[in-house]
């Protein structure tokens, strides 16, 4: 059984930073490109971030570009999503997804992901 569990998420201010990490199981996520994607309340879920399988290529929303951080660990089936300089407008619920074929390269459409996680809450306070 496929499941992606994310953690770290919480109440800071603007400006502070939060590192997200989201755990992979039931699957050879080192053969996946995974995403992290985001929701606003009342906004449609947004592309954020998406690493290749091996790490070696990254792609990032235009809105988050030079502020957040993606990586991976595929040894510990891990992803981390590192978020500096947050912004009021970055509060959302966070979730993390593997892409619904292995071997594909970044995609940023939230369709072509078919697993995943349960979200965790980001909240910038202004």
């Known amino acids: 059984q496929v499941q992606l569990v994310e953690s770290g998420g919480g109440l800071v201010q603007a400006g502070d930073s939060l590192k997200l990490t989201c755990t992979a199981s039931?699957?050879?996520?080192?053969?996946?490109?995974l995403g992290w994607f985001r929701q606003a309340p009342e906004k449609e879920r947004e592309f954020v971030a998406a690493i290749s399988r091996r790490g070696g290529t990254t792609s990032y929303a235009d809105p988050v570009k030079g502020r957040f951080t993606i990586s991976r660990d595929n040894v510990k089936n891990e992803i981390y999503l590192q978020m500096n300089s947050l912004k009021f407008e970055d509060t959302a619920v966070y979730y993390c997804?593997?892409?619904?074929?292995?071997?594909?390269?970044?995609?940023?459409?939230?369709?072509?992901?078919?697993?995943w996680g349960q979200g965790t809450q980001v909240t910038v306070s202004s």
């Open positions: 039931g699957r050879t996520f080192s053969n996946y490109a």
């Open positions: 997804a593997s892409d619904r074929f292995p071997y594909v390269g970044i995609r940023t459409n939230p369709d072509e992901y078919d697993h």
